[in-house]
């Protein structure tokens, strides 16, 4: 049995990533996840621990950063973001293939490790769509929401280090679903 390919696919907030993916899965029959990630930022509304996240205390995530257990982390926006090793390799060897939703510095960690990873970069096809998409979500402040679309300004800038840029625009979902499905199907090739 071959082992699964590892997917990175990063973009910045409001790019849709989460959407994308959820129904990119509804849509195959192929052997692949979504690794959950753990984090210390609180739940937003309709999220649950163990399905979108593990959502842990700071002291739980530095003792697993001690204890090597992560394939990538980082402190972002003043929470610590990372995937744990146990939510990839064991399905990898088992030839499901796993898909990663990380930011742009998780994404070099992780490339770094396994440089056979297929990189997946998603974007808007303009910048007033990500800050409509932060500001909807209802969840953060005015200070908060500049610091993303900040972060997402420096993340845009990296798109030259992925292999396959998909577009993601609200009219066009299915779309940008079909370009990740097929960019996922090729990758057990």
Not at 47 to 57: I, K, L, N, P
Request: glycine share 8%.
């Amino acid at each position: 049995m071959s082992k699964g390919p590892l997917i990175i696919l990063s973009g910045p907030s409001g790019s849709g990533k989460s959407t994308l993916i959820a129904e990119m899965l509804s849509r195959t029959n192929l052997l692949v996840r979504l690794s959950i990630s753990a984090t210390t930022r609180a739940a937003r509304p309709l999220e649950r621990d163990g399905v979108h996240y593990y959502f842990w205390s700071k002291e739980e995530f530095l003792e697993a950063i001690d204890q090597g257990r992560f394939l990538e982390w980082a402190e972002v926006h003043g929470h610590y973001y990372g995937t744990l090793l146990a939510e990839v390799e064991p399905f990898r060897n088992k030839g499901t293939g796993v898909i990663l939703d990380i930011d742009v510095q998780g994404a070099r960690q992780v490339a770094s490790r396994f440089p056979e990873a297929v990189k997946v970069f998603l974007k808007t096809s303009t910048w007033e769509v990500y800050e409509q998409r932060i500001r909807r979500r209802g969840t953060e402040n005015e200070a908060a929401i500049l610091r993303r679309l900040e972060t997402a300004r420096r993340e845009l800038a990296c798109i030259g280090e992925y292999q396959f840029v998909v577009i993601n625009d609200d009219e066009d979902l299915g779309s940008a679903v079909d370009q990740l499905l097929q960019t996922v199907q090729q990758s057990f090739v």
